[in-house]
């Protein structure tokens, strides 16, 4: 197999130059839009269109691949180290749900870290699964979550022999990174499988200062948005898998079922191009963005001054390394929210992928420029300046340090039973809803981790957290009072 070539992207081009008659869908017909003249909508969409294609002879099948999507996937599978690699339509999400859907059955018991992407709370109750949820660690610099600890996975394991995996995410959306070496090992002690969510990871393995990725520790399947970290279309994601105990008929059956039976063939052509970059370029590829993430960061620590950022290659108890192309941002005066940090970045025209009460996520991409990081610099000097203007603070305890699920809450482990039931439920002002299980999930997007899901008892910190979280101006998927003011509960 040639690696330094894109089968599927090509068969396209050529499908394409062939000048082919489109009796078939799509509609568009190659670009056929707006014939008379050069419209914008023209101008912007008919190059991606000539790529958009559906299932021919001369295209492939992904549901049932055979030729130029069979050979795109081999040459994935062996540029990220897995075994078999599966395209995905639907971004990580779609993988989630055909990992949990492939591997429990109605009632079948999952051991899953509690601050997951929706995604995994939505497998779980498609799936009727019972989930033992286990708490993550807490950095103390920053007060995010990461990962559990191995002793709280090695409890849950003897506690439930009858668990059919461990599911994790790693990293968290701060970068924040565990060696799952250790974890594999102990999982497969077991006999059990590791799945990772390793959403934010597509780019780990690839680079001698990124972390190991999951399935290079030893994981039976990860999950990965190759759209997030690596070059491929929004969407475009990848589940990689390895070895004898991972279901693969049952995971295939499952994304046939949950993806599209016209799946995107420019998603899946820039699944193609993400992996042949790596393979031509390979470490060279991040190269740029990695030292400029890291001049950044050199910068901001120099300046010493209300701006901060984590520190690459920092290892705490609560994580083993930070990965270098994710930059962390806060004031450390305690002046302004994330949320206001980045929105007067956005002033400055720099657009962060995310923040929270506190910090402010920017997603550093491998080809990311001294000019873009000279823009931001500016940025941050100006925003610096604004807050040094401002009057005293006592300290960064001024802005709320929020609430992560599981913050300081001990692992249940007591199974938690999911079905798409309705029960009977109704709605209540927040501040009365302490002790109440909640009938709708509350997610904060992004990241898109429930900070309560449907059937969870409400408590106090957590109706502080979503209060807080309203009020500083986060955004919320999921609940149907958007201001949080209210939130729906069962009815006892
Ligand atoms: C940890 C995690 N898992 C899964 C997903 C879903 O990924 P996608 O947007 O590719 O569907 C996200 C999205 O942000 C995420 O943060």
Redesign the pocket.
Known sequence: MNRLHAPLFEALVRHYETGPVSFHVPGHRFGQIDEEGQSIEKNWLSTIMKLDVTELSSTDDLHHPETFIAEAQKLAARCFGAEETYFLV?????G?LALILGVCEPGDLIIVQRNV?K?VINGLRLAGARAVFLMPRIDDETGLATQPSLEDIEQALELYPEAKAVML?NPN?YGMTTNLTSCAELVHRFNKLLLV?E??GAHYGLHPSFPQSAIQAGADAAVQ?T??TLSALT?G?MLHVQGERIPRDSIREVLAAIQSSSPSFPIMASLDIARVMVDRYKSDWFQPGVATAQAFREWIEDADGALKVLRAGHKTEAYDKLDPLRIVLWDRTGTITGFELQKKLEGYGCWAEMADTRHVVLVWGSRTTDDDRFKLQDACAHIEQWIMSQPAKSGATKVSDGFYPGNGTPSQLKPVEFSRKKKEHHRIPLTDAEGCESAEMVIPY???IPVIYPGETLTNEMIGCISTLAATGAKFQGAVDNTMRTIAVYSR
Do not use: L, V
């Open positions: 639907g971004g990580s999400t779609s989630n992407h995604s995410t959306y969510d959403a934010h948005s759209h997030k969407m994601a992004p990241p898109g």
